[in-house]
């Protein structure tokens, strides 16, 4: 019952920034642990980062001091602020729904988007 929609993907430089934004619906959003996935070719969708509420947050190490993920429940809205962007983070990001972190630590969700690609060019 959450529908998620991806959104500020694109093509940048290594060191620049990017903020992806993702946009739910659904009656208990805010109650839902929400992060973010990635999911690069050839290789398995990770987790990149989560949020419980608005000021708990869990990092990746390969993200840790780089990417900040952020909520406004009065937008329904996540966010993931990147910087200093390398060409290892180039992948498919993924905003996803699930009932606890730790079922994102388990690499997993409850509700996906469909996707937002990201390109960090060297």
């Known amino acids: 019952q959450v529908q998620l929609v991806e959104s500020g993907g694109g093509l940048v430089q290594a060191g620049g920034s990017l903020r992806l934004s993702c946009a739910a619906s659904?009656?208990?959003?805010?109650?839902?642990?929400m992060g973010w996935f990635r999911q690069a070719p050839g290789k398995e969708r990770g987790f990149v980062a989560g949020?419980?509420?608005?000021?708990?947050?869990y990092y990746a190490d390969s993200v840790k001091g780089r990417f900040t993920i952020s909520r406004d429940n009065t937008k329904n809205t996540v966010y993931l602020q990147m910087n200093s962007l390398k060409p290892e983070d180039t992948a498919v990001y993924y905003c996803?729904?699930?009932?606890?972190?730790?079922?994102?630590?388990?690499?997993?969700?409850?509700?996906w988007g469909q996707g937002t690609q990201v390109t960090v060019s060297s």
């Open positions: 949020i419980i509420g608005g000021e708990l947050t």
């Open positions: 659904g009656r208990t959003f805010s109650s839902y642990t």
């Open positions: 996803g729904a699930a009932s606890g972190i730790a079922t994102m630590f388990r690499d997993s969700a409850n509700y």
